[in-house]
């Protein structure tokens, strides 16, 4: 009886643990289709992808164990010169004034990016933006159900789509009048 407490704080661990692993194995299920998807419609268009985020990350950790977090696409674009270090075409940019012509390419893929904007008005701006350089536009975001997403301080939104369109929550503020929703035309969403 004496150990049934440590039996229950260690149980409830591990299934907290078990649901989080399999959240995770579906975020990284999703973000992998998405960007084969968008590497497809931009090679059937015959017209380069964009990488918006770069695939390393701003973590050391990825670089040491040789894990991007994605592939690399034709051209990446990043606020930082970390994740797109050691890339051929990598550009230092924001993503609310990318520095390319109007639908300059097939596809382009943006993974774990609108969460990090400060305001709904920002990842508005982005989405029209990343629209406006592509054809299609494919986006990978954390999921609702991941605790780390959640806590994350860097995450000032809550991305998540359904029927092809994207909604936008500030967090942190209550109330469904917060949300908006966008819809871009993506091929194969």
């Given at each position: 009886?004496a150990?049934?407490?440590?039996y ?18 579906g ?20 017209k380069?992808?964009l ?50 012509r ?37 986006i ?50």
């Amino acid at each position: 009886m004496a150990y049934l407490p440590i039996y229950l704080v260690a149980a409830i661990f591990l299934s907290v643990g078990g649901w989080q692993l399999v959240v995770w194995l579906g975020e990284v299920g999703d973000k992998n289709r998405k960007f084969k998807a968008a590497s497809a419609y931009a090679s059937e268009k015959n017209k380069p992808m964009l990488v918006a985020g770069g695939p390393w990350g701003n973590k050391s950790a990825r670089r040491w164990f040789n894990m991007p977090a994605h592939g690399r696409g034709d051209v990446c674009l990043d606020i930082n010169h970390r994740p797109i270090q050691g890339h051929p075409c990598g550009v230092i940019a924001t993503v609310t004034d990318i520095p390319f012509r109007h639908k300059s390419f097939g596809a382009v893929f943006a993974s774990h990016l609108l969460e990090h904007l400060p305001t709904v008005a920002d990842a508005e701006k982005a989405l029209a933006e990343l629209d406006r350089v592509a054809e299609a536009v494919y986006i990978a975001f954390p999921s609702r159900h991941s605790i780390a997403g959640w806590l994350m301080p860097g995450h000032h939104l809550r991305v998540w789509q359904k029927n092809g369109t994207t909604f936008l929550k500030q967090r942190g503020r209550p109330g469904a009048e917060n949300v908006r929703s966008i819809t871009i035309e993506a091929a194969g969403e």
